[in-house]
């Protein structure tokens, strides 16, 4: 057991010391930014099993309410300057977000906002109250995803 958590230990060191890739590469940051943005679509799914009596987990909800609020404040550090869709084709960011920054960074401000009242919300434990929330929610996801998110192709 010692000796495999030294191996995994040495193996992490050799990797923090000789990285296979460049660090934040726009390749790598879109694949991280999609895996945040994957994650919070997660923790929303999930809220909407319990609002729809799918699941009996309501002392879940402020638990996945916490991971979209901790995401959205990961959100603005994710869209570094030139990884556009122009740029590359792995990606639904559309320039938009560069030309109206401030109103992208207000759209992941609201995300904050609504998701902190969800947890809120959650510690009530009321399914339609933490139903009616959750739209709200959603309609900060649509108010950035609208604006600066390109259609599926
Ligand atoms: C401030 C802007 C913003 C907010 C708020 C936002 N998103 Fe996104 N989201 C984006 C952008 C931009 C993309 C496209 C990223 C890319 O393709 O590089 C995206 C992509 C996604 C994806 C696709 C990820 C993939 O693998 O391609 C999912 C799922 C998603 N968002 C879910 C959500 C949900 C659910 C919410 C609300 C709870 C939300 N987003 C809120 C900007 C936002």
Known sequence: MRKITLAIAASLL????????????????IKYRKAVMSAIGGHTGAIAGVVKGEVSFVGHVEAH????????????????????NGAFKDTRALPAIWQDRAKFDAAAQALQDESAKLIEVAQGGDAGAIGAQLQNVGKACGGCHKPFRAEKK
């Open 65 to 84: 309410a916490r991971g979209i609020n901790e995401m959205s404040k990961l959100i603005t550090q994710l869209f570094p300057t030139g990884t556009d």
């Open 14 to 29: 050799v990797g923090a010391a000789s990285p296979a890739f460049a660090v934040d590469e726009p390749e790598n940051m």
